[in-house]
Protein backbone atom coordinates (compact mmCIF):
# COMPACT_ATOMS: atom_id res chain seq x y z
CA UNK A 1 0.00 0.00 0.00
CA UNK A 2 1.09 3.56 -0.45
CA UNK A 3 2.06 5.73 1.64
CA UNK A 4 1.92 9.51 1.19
CA UNK A 5 5.47 11.40 1.59
CA UNK A 6 4.92 14.32 -0.16
CA UNK A 7 7.15 17.00 0.80
CA UNK A 8 6.24 19.89 1.34
CA UNK A 9 2.74 18.24 2.92
CA UNK A 10 -0.23 17.66 1.60
CA UNK A 11 -3.52 18.84 1.86
CA UNK A 12 -6.56 17.06 4.30
CA UNK A 13 -8.11 15.60 0.83
CA UNK A 14 -5.04 13.52 -0.45
CA UNK A 15 -6.41 10.36 -0.78
CA UNK A 16 -3.35 8.34 -0.46
CA UNK A 17 -3.20 7.14 3.51
CA UNK A 18 -0.44 8.20 5.73
CA UNK A 19 0.64 11.36 7.55
CA UNK A 20 -1.13 14.70 6.16
CA UNK A 21 1.01 18.24 7.48
CA UNK A 22 -1.62 19.98 5.75
CA UNK A 23 -1.22 22.76 8.64
CA UNK A 24 1.58 23.65 7.45
CA UNK A 25 0.12 25.46 4.58
CA UNK A 26 -1.64 27.49 6.37
CA UNK A 27 -0.71 31.13 7.17
CA UNK A 28 0.54 30.74 10.49
CA UNK A 29 -2.77 33.38 11.46
CA UNK A 30 -3.62 31.87 14.86
CA UNK A 31 0.60 31.62 16.02
CA UNK A 32 0.86 35.35 15.55
CA UNK A 33 -2.44 36.09 17.13
CA UNK A 34 -0.20 33.90 20.74
CA UNK A 35 2.03 35.95 20.61
CA UNK A 36 0.94 39.49 19.64
CA UNK A 37 -0.63 42.26 21.94
CA UNK A 38 -4.41 41.50 22.26
CA UNK A 39 -6.64 44.55 21.58
CA UNK A 40 -7.32 44.37 25.43
CA UNK A 41 -3.33 44.62 26.42
CA UNK A 42 -2.85 47.97 24.01
CA UNK A 43 -6.48 49.92 25.14
CA UNK A 44 -4.84 49.20 28.87
CA UNK A 45 -0.90 51.60 27.72
CA UNK A 46 -0.65 54.47 28.98
CA UNK A 47 -2.14 57.36 26.88
CA UNK A 48 -4.16 55.16 24.23
CA UNK A 49 -7.47 55.98 26.08
CA UNK A 50 -7.65 59.23 23.22
CA UNK A 51 -7.48 56.75 20.66
CA UNK A 52 -10.18 54.16 21.85
CA UNK A 53 -12.44 55.29 19.46
CA UNK A 54 -10.42 54.60 16.50
CA UNK A 55 -9.09 50.74 17.97
CA UNK A 56 -12.97 50.01 17.20
CA UNK A 57 -12.00 49.63 13.80
CA UNK A 58 -11.79 45.84 13.28
CA UNK A 59 -9.51 46.95 10.18
CA UNK A 60 -7.22 47.58 12.79
CA UNK A 61 -6.48 43.88 13.78
CA UNK A 62 -6.94 41.71 10.79
CA UNK A 63 -4.21 39.21 9.87
CA UNK A 64 -4.06 39.53 5.89
CA UNK A 65 -1.24 40.40 3.27
CA UNK A 66 -1.49 44.02 3.33
CA UNK A 67 -2.44 44.75 7.00
CA UNK A 68 0.69 42.64 8.01
CA UNK A 69 2.61 43.93 5.61
CA UNK A 70 2.52 47.56 6.13
CA UNK A 71 2.31 46.71 10.04
CA UNK A 72 5.61 45.41 9.59
CA UNK A 73 6.90 48.20 7.92
CA UNK A 74 5.48 50.77 10.40
CA UNK A 75 7.07 49.09 13.82
CA UNK A 76 10.30 48.35 11.62
CA UNK A 77 10.36 52.17 10.48
CA UNK A 78 9.70 53.56 13.75
CA UNK A 79 11.50 51.58 15.97
CA UNK A 80 14.56 53.47 14.70
CA UNK A 81 13.35 56.59 15.69
CA UNK A 82 15.30 57.92 19.10
CA UNK A 83 12.16 59.50 21.18
CA UNK A 84 10.20 57.39 23.90
CA UNK A 85 7.13 57.97 21.81
CA UNK A 86 7.68 55.34 18.88
CA UNK A 87 4.54 53.66 20.30
CA UNK A 88 2.45 55.75 19.85
CA UNK A 89 3.29 57.39 16.21
CA UNK A 90 3.30 53.86 15.36
CA UNK A 91 0.16 53.52 16.55
CA UNK A 92 -1.35 56.78 14.85
CA UNK A 93 0.81 55.56 11.42
CA UNK A 94 -1.59 52.26 11.70
CA UNK A 95 -4.60 54.00 12.23
CA UNK A 96 -4.10 55.74 9.40
CA UNK A 97 -3.40 53.27 7.13
CA UNK A 98 -5.21 50.90 8.56
CA UNK A 99 -2.36 48.75 9.36
CA UNK A 100 -2.08 45.86 11.36
CA UNK A 101 -2.03 47.85 15.04
CA UNK A 102 -0.81 44.53 17.01
CA UNK A 103 2.06 44.17 14.82
CA UNK A 104 3.16 47.59 14.07
CA UNK A 105 2.83 48.39 18.42
CA UNK A 106 4.93 45.45 18.60
CA UNK A 107 7.82 45.84 16.58
CA UNK A 108 8.32 48.98 18.13
CA UNK A 109 8.92 47.00 21.70
CA UNK A 110 12.68 45.67 19.41
CA UNK A 111 14.05 48.49 21.21
CA UNK A 112 14.78 48.35 24.57
CA UNK A 113 17.62 49.12 27.04
CA UNK A 114 19.53 46.18 25.87
CA UNK A 115 19.20 46.39 21.85
CA UNK A 116 19.37 50.22 22.29
CA UNK A 117 23.28 50.84 21.91
CA UNK A 118 23.42 48.02 19.26
CA UNK A 119 20.99 49.52 17.01
CA UNK A 120 21.63 53.02 17.67
CA UNK A 121 25.57 52.66 17.60
CA UNK A 122 25.47 51.77 13.67
CA UNK A 123 22.82 54.14 12.80
CA UNK A 124 24.98 56.81 14.45
CA UNK A 125 28.24 55.65 12.52
CA UNK A 126 26.26 56.06 9.20
CA UNK A 127 24.93 59.30 9.55
CA UNK A 128 28.28 61.03 10.63
CA UNK A 129 30.03 59.41 8.11
CA UNK A 130 27.63 61.16 5.66
CA UNK A 131 27.95 64.37 7.55
CA UNK A 132 31.74 64.25 7.12
CA UNK A 133 32.09 64.45 11.15
CA UNK A 134 34.95 62.46 13.65
CA UNK A 135 34.04 58.83 13.82
CA UNK A 136 34.03 57.01 17.23
CA UNK A 137 34.74 53.72 17.88
CA UNK A 138 32.64 51.67 18.67
CA UNK A 139 34.25 50.68 21.89
CA UNK A 140 33.99 55.29 23.30
CA UNK A 141 30.24 55.01 22.12
CA UNK A 142 27.65 55.97 25.05
CA UNK A 143 24.79 56.81 25.54
CA UNK A 144 26.27 59.91 26.14
CA UNK A 145 28.46 60.44 23.30
CA UNK A 146 24.71 59.45 21.27
CA UNK A 147 23.17 62.69 22.90
CA UNK A 148 25.83 64.91 21.84
CA UNK A 149 25.53 63.69 18.45
CA UNK A 150 21.63 64.24 17.58
CA UNK A 151 21.72 64.77 14.31
CA UNK A 152 24.27 62.44 12.76
CA UNK A 153 21.96 59.58 14.67
CA UNK A 154 18.96 61.33 13.43
CA UNK A 155 20.13 60.78 9.94
CA UNK A 156 21.20 57.19 10.03
CA UNK A 157 18.33 56.23 12.06
CA UNK A 158 16.12 57.30 9.22
CA UNK A 159 18.44 55.55 6.90
CA UNK A 160 18.05 52.54 8.56
CA UNK A 161 14.64 52.59 9.62
CA UNK A 162 13.20 53.93 6.37
CA UNK A 163 15.34 50.66 4.57
CA UNK A 164 14.22 48.08 6.90
CA UNK A 165 10.68 49.35 6.40
CA UNK A 166 10.77 49.16 2.71
CA UNK A 167 12.94 45.41 3.03
CA UNK A 168 10.42 44.16 5.91
CA UNK A 169 6.86 45.38 3.77
CA UNK A 170 8.26 43.66 0.10
CA UNK A 171 9.27 40.27 2.00
CA UNK A 172 6.10 39.87 3.78
CA UNK A 173 4.42 40.44 0.52
CA UNK A 174 6.55 38.29 -1.27
CA UNK A 175 6.52 35.64 1.21
CA UNK A 176 2.65 35.63 1.47
CA UNK A 177 2.09 35.78 -2.33
CA UNK A 178 4.18 32.80 -2.74
CA UNK A 179 2.83 31.12 0.34
CA UNK A 180 -0.52 31.24 -1.38
CA UNK A 181 1.00 30.08 -4.72
CA UNK A 182 2.47 27.44 -3.71
CA UNK A 183 -0.59 25.50 -1.55
CA UNK A 184 -2.81 26.29 -4.78
CA UNK A 185 -0.41 24.61 -6.56
CA UNK A 186 -0.39 21.60 -3.95
CA UNK A 187 -3.98 21.45 -4.02
CA UNK A 188 -4.29 21.03 -7.25
CA UNK A 189 -1.80 18.31 -7.33
CA UNK A 190 -3.02 16.29 -4.62
CA UNK A 191 -6.54 17.16 -6.43
CA UNK A 192 -4.90 15.60 -9.93
CA UNK A 193 -3.78 12.26 -7.37
CA UNK A 194 -7.15 12.26 -6.03
CA UNK A 195 -8.38 12.06 -9.76
CA UNK A 196 -6.09 9.32 -10.89
CA UNK A 197 -6.76 6.86 -8.09
CA UNK A 198 -10.60 7.48 -8.24
CA UNK A 199 -9.77 6.00 -11.78
Known amino acids: ?11 RDCPIPGRHNYRQLVM ?3 QLKRVLPTAVHIRGMWGMSRFSHWLKDENLWHINRRSVSLGVGIGLFFCYWPIPVQMLLALVAAIAIRANLPISVAL ?26 PLHSISELTFATLGRNLEALWLGCLIIGTMLSITGWALVRAYWHWHVQHSWHLRKRARAQRDSSAR
Not at 4 to 10: D, E, I
Not at 110 to 126: F, I, K, Q, S
Open 108 to 133: VWVTNPLTVLPMYAPAYLLGAWLLDQ
Open 1 to 11: MNVCRMKPPCF
Open 28 to 30: PRK
